[in-house]
């Protein structure tokens, strides 16, 4: 079983900074994919990216690229968020989740962090 808790959310501004943090326990995940999601209110979950356990992959989405980095501490099994130049439209729930090395599906959940951007 992996277990994640994320934090680091808030209420900023926009154009500022956040940083998300998501730490991991369980099992060993080096064969884990660890992503990131939000999930606006009224909309559909949206995948935001996501980084091999090694660190040597990422992947982001068109809404973020430029302006979110993914990395990776493995010492301290945690994945962060970094997101620049924050937008009204970042508003969202954000939830880091990491995947089954059996199926390659997103099978373990965070709680999730609130992330408020203000215009």
């Known amino acids: 079983q992996v277990k994640l808790e994320e934090s680091g959310g808030g209420l900023v501004q926009a154009g500022d900074s956040l940083r998300l943090s998501c730490a991991a326990s369980?099992?060993?995940?080096?064969?884990?994919?660890m992503g990131w999601f939000r999930q606006a209110p009224g909309k559909e979950r949206e995948f935001v990216g996501h980084?091999?356990?090694?660190?040597?992959?990422?992947y982001y989405s068109d809404s973020v690229k430029g302006r979110f980095t993914i990395s990776m501490d493995n010492a301290k099994n945690t994945v962060y968020l970094q997101m620049n130049s924050l937008k009204p439209e970042d508003t969202a729930i954000y939830y880091c989740?990491?995947?089954?090395?059996?199926?390659?599906?997103?099978?373990?959940w965070g709680q999730g962090t609130q992330v408020t951007v203000s215009s």
């Open positions: 989740a990491a995947t089954s090395p059996a199926t390659g599906k997103y099978e373990y």
């Open positions: 369980g099992r060993t995940l080096s064969r884990y994919v």
């Open positions: 980084i091999s356990w090694s660190g040597s992959n990422t």
